[in-house]
């Protein structure tokens, strides 16, 4: 049997207990706190049949993201943010809405502007709501959609 050795990580008040042979290393630590952190960013997603028709058409959609964003956004330093219903677009079974501060969409300037915020992405099937990772960003821009 192996023997256990539990190593504590606190990060931000959360403490992962670890089971290892020996106490592991940072690197792994950092690599659980990140799964953990992914995992958590997925609550909101449940999986769905391939194929399945969209339910929700693009109004209904772009009104999930926005309660989905005012609820996300209550503990967030700039919380009031709002959806750009105009840039949102449909992929697939999704419809992905991007968001900013409500003072740069009204004056356009970029010290209000938000960085690094990543779209909303609405399951048109389920109605979930969650934000897409960094990766998708990267290949919708590359597909030419506007995030």
Not at 26 to 49: C, G, K, M, S, Y
Not at 88 to 96: M, P, T, V
Not at 103 to 125: H, R
């Amino acid at each position: 049997m192996i023997d256990e050795l539990t190593a504590v990580h606190e990060d931000a008040g959360n403490f992962e207990h670890i089971r290892n042979q020996q106490a592991p290393n940072i690197v792994f630590l950092e690599f659980q706190q990140a799964l953990a952190d992914h995992a958590d960013t997925r609550r909101h997603h449940r999986p769905t049949r391939r194929n399945q028709m969209p339910k929700l058409d693009r109004e209904s959609a772009l009104t999930k993201a926005e309660k989905f964003l005012k609820t996300e956004s209550r503990e967030w330093k700039h919380h009031d943010v709002e959806v750009i219903r105009e840039r949102a677009f449909q992929h697939g079974r999704y419809l992905i809405a991007p968001y900013n501060t409500v003072s740069f969409l009204k004056t356009g300037k970029m010290e209000d502007s938000l960085v690094g915020n990543i779209p909303i992405q609405v399951d048109l099937t389920t109605g979930t709501c969650e934000f897409i990772d960094i990766m998708k960003v990267l290949d919708y821009r590359d597909m030419g959609y506007p995030v």
